[in-house]
C-alpha cells in the first residue's frame, strides 16, 4: 500500500525576526505554554504572515529559547519567527505588541543576518533582580557572602522525572546586595534587600529560587513574604567581566570574534 502524502508541502522563509518581549505586572504569572497560544493568536489578529511546517500537523516556524519561570516577571525573553513575506521590524513590533495583552509587551524586533549565531548560543547567562521584603542590606550581604564563599551548594527541586539533586553555586557569576524601603499602608518603612545575581545558563537551568535556597541552607536566610523575581537582561556573558550583554547589540558579532 502506498504510503500516505502530507497534505502540505512546508512553505519557505524569506526573512527570520528575533523578538524580545517583556512579562510584566500580573502576566509574569503566565505560563510558557499560555504564552504560546497568547502569541499564536495575536500573530493571526495581526495577520502576520507566519511560515508553517509540513506534514498532516502543520505548525508555526516558531522557536523559543531561555524563557523565565512561572512567577518572575522579565524584561527579556525572545523568540524568532520565520515569516513568508517581508516584514519591516518596526511596523511588526507596533503591530505584535498591540495584539498581545497589556503586560506581554513587544520591546525590540530585529531581522536575523546570515552566519549570525542561534538564539541559544547567544543567550549564555541572565541579570536577575531579587528583592527579599523585610531583609537588610546587612544581614543578606552576609548571607550572599557565605554562599559565594563555598564551592558547591547542592540543593533539591521536584521536577516531571521525580526529586533532581543538582549544585546551585556553580551556575552564579556574581551576586550583590543593596537596599531600598518599602512602605506599608501606615507609611513605616520595611528593609528590602535587592540582589543582582549573574546567572550561567546550564542543564539543569539554575532559577533563582534554587539560588536563594541554596542561600537558605548554607546560611539560614529566608525572608518572610515571597521573593519578587524579574529578570533584567539575557545574552552572551562576558567571561573576565562578568557581564551579561545586549544579543541584539549591534557590534556583538565583532566582540566575538576577538
Not at 25 to 54: K, T, Y
Not at 173 to 181: A, E, I, L, P
Amino acid at each position: 500500500m502506498a504510503r500516505p502524502q502530507p497534505d502540505r508541502d512546508a512553505d519557505v522563509p524569506v526573512q527570520r525576526l528575533r523578538v524580545q518581549y517583556a512579562k510584566r505586572d500580573r502576566l509574569r504569572f503566565v505560563s510558557h505554554r499560555d504564552f504560546q497560544r497568547a502569541l499564536e493568536r495575536a500573530l493571526r489578529r495581526a495577520a502576520v504572515p507566519v511560515a508553517f511546517s509540513a506534514g498532516f500537523s502543520p505548525h508555526p516556524r516558531i522557536s523559543y529559547a531561555g524563557a523565565a519561570p512561572t512567577g518572575a516577571a522579565s524584561e527579556a525573553e525572545y523568540f524568532e519567527l520565520a515569516v513568508t513575506a517581508w516584514q519591516e521590524p518596526a511596523n511588526l513590533r507596533s503591530a505584535l505588541d498591540e495584539s498581545l495583552p497589556a503586560g506581554l509587551d513587544v520591546v525590540t524586533v530585529v531581522t536575523v543576518e546570515p552566519g549570525q549565531p542561534s538564539l541559544p548560543e547567544l543567550l549564555e547567562a541572565s541579570l536577575w533582580e531579587i528583592t527579599l521584603s523585610q531583609v537588610t542590606a546587612e544581614e543578606a550581604g552576609r548571607a550572599v557572602a557565605t554562599f559565594l564563599a563555598c564551592d558547591e551548594v547542592e540543593v533539591e527541586r521536584r521536577t516531571k522525572k521525580g526529586i533532581r539533586t543538582f549544585d546551585a553555586r556553580g551556575a552564579v557569576v556574581s551576586c550583590t546586595v543593596s537596599t531600598r524601603s518599602a512602605r506599608t499602608g501606615d507609611d513605616n518603612p520595611l528593609p528590602c534587600a535587592i540582589l543582582h545575581a549573574v546567572v550561567r545558563h546550564g542543564t539543569p537551568a539554575v532559577r533563582p529560587d534554587d539560588m536563594l535556597t541554596g542561600i537558605r541552607t548554607v546560611a539560614g536566610l529566608q525572608s518572610p513574604s515571597p521573593a519578587a523575581v524579574t529578570r533584567l537582561r539575557q545574552g552572551p556573558l562576558v567571561s573576565e567581566t562578568g557581564e551579561v550583554l545586549d544579543p541584539f547589540a549591534p557590534a556583538l558579532g565583532a566582540l566575538r570574534e576577538e
